[in-house]
């Protein structure tokens, strides 16, 4: 996994912070994970293909989450796009796009797919061979979710001594990697166990913004690789973080002590900080392995 940070600051782009946009990379699946004004522009930044995208997660509907995403579907129509898109989010984002789209007098050249969420329990929203994707229900002002994705278990590794020893023909070896049992000639049945060790281990990535603080997610993002989680003031604001419906740096720290997390990325600063190193520094003080999410910076999972 690969998490690239387009956009990581609240409310209002400036010119040198952009609102949330976020691109997963998983096992070559490209997900953009919020689209607020500038992602394409960031995206180009990145130099990231638009091609690569097919699947778009939108959190809730404020405007810093997802005003970029009419001008990422006119560009893709513009650049001549013929691939479905699939679009996740929540209930009346289909009609603010179709709006957009008719009053504009545009039409675009490839399917959209909006898949419109309402549920306020976890489910399992996307899933092929290799990725699962849930929500995760947060606490803001409109309805929001969170997203948890998940590698699933890949093949097995061979145990070649052990293959080599019974003398098994190379022709199951596919079988044997996708977890298969063995029939010997004489009729003994050889577990998989025996013939292969562990595959490499999954991984998994929880995106949790905008959100009041909340211990409904704990169980979701237990032990997750890395969660990001907002943290819009420091603890100085923590009376406006509960009256907006935010998170202070320390809250997102608890968050990720108590779900025992791997790493905690932060993010969704105010822009009334002129420094974003004092998230970090309050956060230290409830979890030892705290990043700082920052416009361009990218995360190896």
Not at 63 to 78: A, E
Not at 112 to 123: A, C, R
Not at 220 to 228: H, N, P, R, S
Request: charged share 25%.
């Amino acid at each position: 996994m690969k998490l690239t940070v387009l956009g990581c600051y609240a409310a209002t782009p400036r010119t040198f912070t952009n609102p949330t946009a976020q691109l997963l990379e998983v096992k070559n699946r490209y997900f953009l994970i919020d689209c607020g004004e500038g992602t394409q522009v960031q995206l180009r930044k990145n130099k990231v293909k638009f091609t690569k995208i097919s699947h778009i997660f939108i959190s809730h509907l404020h405007g810093d989450h997802f005003y970029g995403l009419i001008g990422l579907i006119s560009s893709f129509s513009l650049l001549s796009r013929v691939a479905d898109l699939h679009i996740y989010g929540p209930k009346g984002l289909k009609e603010i796009i179709q709006l957009q789209l008719k009053l504009s007098h545009s039409w675009t050249n490839y399917e959209i797919h909006f898949h419109e969420l309402d549920v306020k329990e976890s489910e399992l929203i996307f899933e092929d061979e290799k990725v699962t994707v849930h929500t995760i229900p947060l606490k803001h002002r409109v309805y929001t979710n969170g997203f948890l994705f998940r590698e699933k278990e890949g093949d097995r590794k061979l145990n070649i001594d052990a293959i080599k020893e019974l003398s098994i023909d190379v022709c199951y070896y596919k079988k044997i990697k996708k977890g298969g049992t063995v029939t010997l000639d004489n009729g003994q049945v050889v577990d998989n166990e025996q013939l292969t060790f562990p595959g490499e281990p999954t991984k998994s990535y929880a995106f949790c913004s905008d959100t009041a603080y909340t211990e409904s997610i704990i169980p979701l993002v237990q032990e997750v690789d890395l969660l990001y989680h907002e943290s819009t003031f420091l603890e100085s604001e923590s009376q406006l973080a509960a009256k907006t419906m935010h998170s202070t740096a320390i809250q997102a720290a608890t968050i990720a002590s108590k779900a025992n997390v791997k790493s905690l990325l932060l993010g969704h600063y105010s822009t009334r900080y002129e420094s974003i190193s004092s998230f970090k520094e309050e956060a230290l003080t409830f979890f030892s392995n705290v990043q700082l999410a920052d416009d361009g910076k990218s995360f190896e999972i």
